[in-house]
């Protein structure tokens, strides 16, 4: 328990015998309620239903099933059925808009205020930072970062300039590196009509 607590993962994928037979996939929050409780377990008890998917599926599609069985993550399997890796929905979104910092990661995010109303923001910026800083509430539960929300309100790879509004923000894209986001300049409409 010790070595799940200090990894940062949240999920972890659980085999019998050999990698090539994952069973399911431990979940920290279901262990910890167990754990809290006082309870007794055995692993396969709270393991949940592992996804599998070829490792050739393309992440776009990839990326729209996982949103739609609401998992983070996947086991990918090669064309004999052995397990070749796993991929996290935090994976495939650093993909397209770069890394994306946690509570486990270093560098520090920035937003700068560029005018009234108006801030030039790392898409890395964690969400939940984002609605604190400017006193908004972006929906931080499928998303950690500026840009995966962004990315998602666009339902493509946005490109330089393109604009999207969410409520009474607008969010441009300043710059991008071929499929990442890397800034968005956010401007929040006046209250008053």
């Not at 692993?43 to 990326?63: G, H, N, Q, T």
């Not at 064309?79 to 808009?97: H, N, P």
């Not at 923000?169 to 800034?183: C, P, R």
Request: aromatic fraction near 10%; charged fraction near 30%; include cysteine.
């Amino acid at each position: 328990i010790a070595r799940v607590m200090d990894s940062g993962h949240s999920r972890f994928p659980v085999y019998r015998e050999t990698i090539d037979n994952v069973i399911g996939i431990l979940y920290v929050k279901d262990l910890l309620g167990f754990l809290i409780k006082g309870e007794n377990i055995s692993i396969p008890e709270v393991l949940r239903p592992a996804y599998f998917v070829p490792e050739s599926m393309k992440l776009d599609s990839l990326l729209k099933e996982m949103k739609q069985r609401r998992v983070h993550i996947a086991i990918a399997v090669d064309e004999y059925g052995g397990v070749s890796g796993i991929i996290s929905m935090e994976d495939i979104l650093e993909e397209i808009v770069g890394d994306i910092q946690d509570e486990f990661d270093n560098e520090g995010e920035e937003l700068v205020s560029v005018g009234e109303n108006e801030w030039i923001c790392d898409a890395r910026m964690n969400l939940e930072d984002l609605n604190d800083e400017l006193g908004v509430h972006i929906p931080a539960d499928d998303f950690d970062s500026l840009g995966g929300f962004v990315f998602d309100l666009f339902g493509k790879i946005p490109g330089r300039y393109e604009k999207v509004k969410w409520g009474k923000l607008f969010f441009i894209i300043q710059s991008v590196d071929g499929y990442k986001i890397k800034q968005v300049k956010i401007i929040k409409e006046n209250a008053e009509p």
